[in-house]
């Protein structure tokens, strides 16, 4: 199993970016996926999922209306837009397989600030 997190880097408060996480290694059109953050000296928090099959998704409110998970199965990859992105969004943004989160990639650093 891999997972490789791309799309991270340094926005003004407002804007937006796209995560993108490359799948490999598992049927991933099968899996629960998530998206879980770590903002510096705090824990990791979840903040998005997605689900194997019918796409239903979930938020956490710090993100609800603001990010959009999705995910194309034909191309092995999760994506997390992220729109009105606000200082406290700034994080190491990981991608998750399973329910049992056994599988994590690296991450992607965001940072947003003038």
């Known amino acids: 199993v891999q997972l490789v997190e791309s799309g991270g880097g340094r926005v003004q408060p407002g804007g937006s970016l796209r995560l993108s996480c490359a799948a490999s290694?598992?049927?991933?059109?099968?899996?629960?996926m998530s998206w879980v953050r770590q903002a510096p000296g705090k824990g990791l928090e979840w903040i998005s999922d997605i689900f194997g099959g019918d796409d239903r998704t979930a938020y956490a409110d710090a993100v609800k209306g603001r990010f959009t998970i999705s995910r194309d199965n034909a191309k092995n990859t999760l994506y997390l837009q992220m729109n009105s992105l606000k200082a406290e969004d700034a994080a190491l943004y990981y991608c998750?397989?399973?329910?049992?989160?056994?599988?994590w990639g690296k991450g992607t650093l965001v940072t947003v600030a003038h």
């Open positions: 998750v397989k399973g329910w049992d989160m056994e599988y």
């Open positions: 290694g598992f049927t991933f059109r099968n899996y629960y």
